[in-house]
Nanobody
Framework: QVQLVESGGGLVQAGGSLRLSCAASGSIFSINNMGWYRQVPGKQRELVAVITSGGSTNYADSVKGRFTISRDNAKNTVYLQMNSLKPEDTAVYYC???????????????WGQGTQVTVSS
């Protein structure tokens, strides 16, 4: 079994900062890409940022210059530092990771349970 557990969401005023964490655990052999997505009610889940195992990153245009994705491979953890938050950043944030499990060398995508981020104006 593999689990992704997120933490760090909450309520913040516009202009403030939050740091999300997502730790993967279980019978993990290796982790490729790790990413953050977000979703608001009635809309599709959208990519926020992704980071490869080598550290290359990609961001949605709406968060470039404000959000930073990073990872600690020793801890199987991905982070999302969110600065200069805006009300339109309000959403449920989900982490995901492409993981191959011990003994099952096929990459599968796993998702966390989601954490609410609310930015007040």
């Amino acid at each position: 079994q593999v689990q992704l557990v997120e933490s760090g969401g909450g309520l913040v005023q516009a202009g403030g900062s939050l740091r999300l964490s997502c730790a993967a655990s279980g019978s993990i052999f290796s982790i490729n890409n790790m990413g953050w997505y977000r979703q608001v009610p009635g809309k599709q889940r959208e990519l926020v940022a992704v980071i490869t195992s080598g550290g290359s990153t990609n961001y949605a245009d709406s968060v470039k210059g404000r959000f930073t994705i990073s990872r600690d491979n020793a801890k199987n953890t991905v982070y999302l530092q969110m600065n200069s938050l805006k009300p339109e950043d309000t959403a449920v944030y989900y982490c995901n990771a492409d993981i191959s499990r011990i003994g099952i060398l096929i990459l599968l995508t796993y998702w966390g349970q989601g954490t609410q981020v609310t930015v007040s104006s």
